[in-house]
């Protein structure tokens, strides 16, 4: 198997989904609960999650152990990041980063 | 639409979830569901996010169902979401029917996939890439080949038991009746060789 397989194997975030990352890079600030998470998200990146795919999104991260649920309070569960969730959205991140530099070089290598 | 008739309805499809999901998640997400009502959210909106979450559980469901059980080879279902309750609600497009494929045994998980592609007329090809012990069976990865009219992207990943009882492998998928992208499935094999695909949580990816 190539290598570049090996380096995007070690990045779980890579077919999680987009909200997947987006729950996760908004807990990375503190836990917060379902309605506090979709009104974050619509803040920081203008995305509307919809609640069925929250909540799809939730389940899948905490199975992968990247997210843990908190106890309730008020009928609501708090979620919060674990510390494999960390190691995922970093690698993540820097997998988009390294697209992102290389798609801003192209450019100003003024191709198109 | 009055408020009250709105989280009736949204109560509705809330109910399509399994018992196990409502138990666990019904009460907030009527709570979440009434936050967004009061922010302006449309109610149509909510119940048809709540609608396609309670799809894919249901189809989901179906992998730890059959965990454990040594009666089939491989479980080919066509997942059926439970419309005649809620025929008002939806779009005529949801009474469309997938097809679940789930991965029953790991060691032979290739001559599964292909004999349930071959089944339902599916152009996807199977790979094998060697892995550690735990990511034997599972799928690795879906990527579409060629120019396609359906990518992989229609394709829904289903998450069940690592081989050896670990749990987040992917062992199933989930796809529609009339799919018909050409998709190569990458499936997790044994190897005696050190060239060994294994993610690891613990340490960030090298530069």
Known sequence: MASKDVENSQDVLRRAGDASVLILASLADGPKHGYALIQDIKGFSGVQLGPGTLYGALDRLERLGLIAELPSEDRRHPYRVTAAGVTALRSHLDALERVSMTGRLRLRLGVV | ?207
């Not at chain 2, 005529?92 to 997938?98: E, K, L, N």
């Open chain 2, 1 to 207: 639409m009055r408020r009250s008739h709105e989280s009736r309805i949204i109560a509705g499809v809330l109910r399509c979830y399994p018992a196990r999901w409502r138990s666990r998640h019904g009460d907030e997400a009527s709570v979440l569901a009434s936050a967004l009502l009061d922010n302006g959210t449309p109610w149509w909106s909510i119940a048809g996010s709540f609608f396609g979450g309670a799809a894919k559980e249901r189809a989901s469901r179906t992998s730890s169902l059959r965990v454990g059980s040594a009666l089939a080879a491989i479980t080919v279902g066509i997942a059926a979401v439970p419309l005649a309750l809620f025929a008002s609600l939806t779009p005529a497009s949801a009474s469309s029917t997938t097809i679940t494929i789930v991965i029953s045994k790991p060691g032979d998980a290739v001559r599964q996939l292909e004999s349930a592609f071959a089944t339902h007329h599916f152009k996807i090809t199977v790979a094998e890439s060697p892995v550690a012990t735990d990511l034997v069976g599972s799928i690795l990865s879906l990527s579409t080949v060629g120019a396609s009219s359906d990518n992989a992207g229609a394709v829904s990943e289903l998450y069940g038991q690592c081989n050896g009882g670990g749990s987040g492998c992917v062992d199933g998928l989930v796809l529609p009746v009339h799919y018909s992208g050409s998709v190569r499935v990458t499936v997790g094999s044994a190897t005696t060789s050190k060239d060994v695909r294994r993610p690891n949580l613990a340490k960030p990816s090298v530069q």
